[in-house]
């Protein structure tokens, strides 16, 4: 019996409830996010969303969940928003305050659920997820077009900032018009997310935005930063440093808002 016989005979022994695991488990195998935790996500941002819209979109063959909040008054554009590492969006730091009082001042928003692992992963462990990010933020341009909210804009915070400047750096979308980093930081070590990299390669418009407290690996590489996009020609690279603010922009979300909401507006004009 040849191997291809052996093993189509040996299938037919396992359960078909197995048989059906299987077939899902291989269906999956080109994607890296941890789909069970997205869904466990999910399930409790639904059941608690006051704020905002669910909605379903669809990138890799999967659904994956956002939360649209339309502009209030005369739509000024668009603003896609990115969660950093393993949380979910409408996480209550940064992401929370950016989606809902963005879109009170005009801009609509559309937070992005972002390929993700489990709890303990380390950002090394998140290259391999960097692949399915340009479809998400491409599903994400769609659904704000249709809201006919353009220009549009990404807004990330820390590694999902990282995963913007990956998708821009290799050609993005022309659709997008600027991009905001909120807490960028630089991993020498790996340099698929090294934003030094990333910002040689970026021509649009970027408001690098950190807090004085934050990350050391964001706070002692911002010269380094700078320096990348100017040696990359962008003129139209800025850094704001909000005084007394952590990471997660604790008790400075006002700043962190008006910073952005500025800046949204100079760059449209």
Same mark, same amino acid.
Do not use: C
């Given at each position: 019996?040849?191997?291809?016989?052996?093993?189509?005979?040996?299938?037919?022994?396992?359960?078909?409830?197995?048989?059906?695991?299987?077939?899902?488990?291989?269906?999956?195998?080109?994607?890296?996010?941890?789909?069970?935790?997205?869904?466990?996500?999910?399930?409790?941002?639904?059941?608690?969303?006051?704020?905002?819209?669910?909605?379903?979109?669809?990138?890799?063959?999967?659904?994956?969940?956002?939360?649209?909040?339309? /502009?209030? #008054? !005369?739509?000024?554009?668009?603003?896609? @928003?990115?969660? *950093?590492? %393993? &949380?979910?969006?409408?996480? +209550? =730091?940064?992401?929370?305050?950016?989606?809902?009082?963005?879109?009170?001042?005009?801009?609509?928003?559309?937070?992005?659920?972002?390929?993700?692992?489990?709890?303990?992963?380390?950002?090394?462990?998140?290259?391999?997820?960097?692949?399915?990010?340009?479809?998400?933020?491409?599903?994400?341009?769609?659904?704000?077009?249709?809201?006919?909210?353009?220009?549009?804009?990404?807004?990330?915070?820390?590694?999902?900032?990282?995963?913007?400047?990956?998708?821009?750096? /290799?050609? #993005? !979308?022309?659709?997008?018009?600027?991009? @905001?980093?909120? *807490?960028? %930081? &630089?991993?020498?070590?790996? +340099? =698929?997310?090294?934003?030094?990299?990333?910002?040689?390669?970026?021509?649009?418009?970027?408001?690098?935005?950190?807090?004085?407290?934050?990350?050391?690996?964001?706070?002692?590489?911002?010269?380094?930063?700078?320096?990348?996009?100017?040696?990359?020609?962008?003129?139209?690279?800025?850094?704001?440093?909000?005084?007394?603010?952590?990471?997660?922009?604790?008790?400075?979300?006002?700043?962190?808002?008006?910073?952005?909401?500025?800046?949204?507006?100079?760059?449209?004009?």
């Amino acid at each position: 019996m040849s191997p291809t016989d052996l093993l189509a005979k040996n299938l037919m022994k396992i359960p078909q409830i197995l048989m059906a695991g299987i077939l899902m488990l291989f269906a999956n195998a080109g994607l890296a996010s941890d789909l069970a935790k997205e869904k466990r996500w999910a399930d409790q941002i639904v059941d608690e969303l006051i704020d905002g819209d669910e909605i379903w979109l669809e990138a890799n063959g999967q659904k994956f969940l956002s939360i649209l909040t339309i /502009a209030q #008054g !005369d739509t000024k554009g668009g603003v896609i @928003v990115m969660h *950093g590492i %393993g &949380v979910h969006p409408n996480w +209550p =730091q940064v992401v929370y305050p950016l989606r809902v009082q963005l879109a009170a001042r005009g801009w609509t928003t559309l937070s992005l659920q972002m390929p993700i692992l489990p709890n303990e992963a380390q950002a090394q462990e998140y290259v391999p997820l960097l692949d399915e990010v340009p479809s998400r933020i491409r599903a994400g341009i769609a659904a704000l077009k249709e809201q006919g909210a353009e220009p549009i804009f990404l807004v990330a915070h820390s590694l999902g900032s990282g995963m913007a400047r990956h998708f821009l750096a /290799a050609g #993005g !979308d022309a659709a997008i018009k600027g991009f @905001v980093g909120v *807490g960028m %930081g &630089v991993n020498k070590q790996v +340099p =698929q997310i090294n934003s030094l990299d990333a910002l040689e390669k970026i021509r649009l418009p970027v408001l690098d935005l950190y807090g004085e407290n934050d990350l050391n690996t964001v706070v002692d590489t911002a010269d380094e930063r700078a320096a990348a996009a100017k040696a990359g020609g962008n003129r139209d690279y800025v850094q704001v440093t909000i005084p007394g603010a952590d990471h997660f922009f604790d008790g400075f979300e006002a700043p962190l808002v008006q910073t952005v909401a500025n800046w949204l507006v100079q760059t449209t004009r």
